[in-house]
């Protein structure tokens, strides 16, 4: 895929407060690409800076091989769906997708058949006589959608689109917004701190921290082979220990945690001395049968539906959670029961020291 | 049937009392208007005759006109004036904002007669000749306050995202303003500018201090006129006054239930 959106070394203060630290990102065309992390992270300021409502300090911005870093946000070809959804009080549904091709000065009928045609696409074709105080909203979110849509701007920003969905909704419109986004080929990009979201609907995942990137790659790659403990803790659970590592024996890695030897797949780069390791709950098996074990004794099991989380101690005081289908419920542990947490050398996460955070 | 007991007896009581209170004094004033008998005491029979001498009292045809004048040029700067003001305030921050913001209120805050002799004492300082055109510029500066409070108030309800919105769809400052914010502070404008017509057409303080020749405006020709009494002439132009001022109200109701679908939207 082409290369579309281009982000050099941007880097932007609030007063003292460094925001956003030599930022790159190369989005290519057609993707759904999101900027995942939690709040004051930078992820708002950086969509800020692409809709142009706010230039960065340093760095450039590159559309399609034009530098548009200073581009006020009325020339560039790129359009927002903002959180509050931010629909003109005053006009009606139909007024509001049409605000933009009006504003770009286009033939009436042009117009009534682009926003007819956006409204059908988000589902709503009859509302277009409708005050936005008139809705839901999931509608006002689907209205927000037709009104940047019907625009065909390069690339679609949105801030945390689903956030103000309540559950069921949010994993409708999320179906519904992968839909639309495959079915206009257009680059989305989307700013959210709700890793499930990003995970469901992204191709590529951006993971902030502190105004910086700690990875940037696809769902898969983020949640086996995170890059740093942050994205890692950010994505999903993860029980982590401290670790030393002992050096390379062929294509496995051998450290040893809590007086346990562990192994794992080695990495290119040998890493030596401290480290940490993550291991996922759904990774471990209770049954002992894997080549990494761990004795533990049974703090608590936690039923949540679809599974049981057990909690177990270790003779250090380290607490490893696994998880469990609620398949074979008569296999369960009981508190205070002795076992074996075990796991593949290939689910071991060797990861480098937390140098922030003590762990 | 409706059932009445003693304290819904004497809410209504109270109701009416405090209507009575405030409109009984009117009232009496609006009957009187068309009284024949030049007293004020006494009904001796219905004419029309005070409202008819008005149109032939050239001093105080003047006056309205002037009053008139005065009222809609001070109305229409301070409007233009006053909303600029509050869009600034509203935009952009600056070294002493927060005092700027304090100073505006002050013509409403402080006793209008320290502003009457304060515009009076400087307008002799610049030597400003006193007139109709003197008048109107003390209108302004204090009409600029209250349409400055008044549609600071509405911006102050207004999400931010609007104005990012528009411009993220294109539309350049200039539509910006004219296609979002304008129709958005809309009614507090209209409800500034009706506000601020109210007051110049009330005002006799300032007027009085600061009119010269040939700037003498309504109030102050009713009030040259009741050193001689209170006729019946004065009646009837402050019962034309009353409709006058009733049907503002009426015509800023009727406007405000045009924008009434202007609501704030989203959290």
Known sequence: MKSLLRLDAISTSYGNTRVLNDIDIDVKEGEFFFLLGPSGCGKTTLLRILSGLMHPDEGTVWLGGKDITRLPAHQRDINTVFQNYALFPHLNVYDNVAFGLRMKKRSEPEIRSKVEEALRLVSLPDFGKRMPTQMSGGQMQRVALARAIVNEPAVLLLDEPLGALDVKLRKQMQFELKQLQRKLGTTF??????????????????????????????????????ASHFVCDFLGDCNFLQAVV?????????????????????PQTTPSGACIIGVRPEKISLDGSRENRVEASVEQVVFTGSHYTVIAKTS???????R?????????????????????????IVLPPNLSQSQ | MKRYNAAGILQTLHAWGVYAFIYAPILVLIVFSFNQERINAVWSGFTLDWYLKLVSDTDLMDSVLNSVIVGLSSTAIATILGTMAALAMHRYYFWGKKIMDAVLYLPIVIPEI????SLLTFYVFIQLTLGLVSVIIAHVTFNIAFVFVIVQARLAGMDAHLEHAAADLGATPWQVFRHVTLPYIAPGVLSGALLAFTISWDDFMIAFFTAGVGGTTLPMQVYSMIKFGVSPEINAISTITILFTMLLILLAVRLEGIFKTVKTIGT
């Open chain 1, 324 to 348: 469990m289908f609620n398949d074979r419920p008569s296999a369960l542990p009981e508190t205070g029961q002795a076992i074996t947490l075990s796991w593949h050398h290939t689910d071991t």
């Open chain 1, 189 to 226: 990009i989307c700013v959210t701190h709700d890793q499930d979201e990003a995970m469901t609907l992204g191709d590529r995942i951006a993971v902030m921290n502190h105004g910086r990137f700690e990875q940037i790659a696809d769902a898969h790659t983020l949640y086996n082979q995170p």
């Open chain 1, 246 to 266: 002992n050096g390379r024996v062929d294509d496995k890695l051998s450290l040893t945690a809590e007086g346990n030897p562990i192994s794992a797949s080695a």
């Open chain 2, 114 to 117: 320290v502003m009457a002799v």
């Open chain 1, 316 to 322: 250090r005081g380290t607490s490893l959670s696994c």
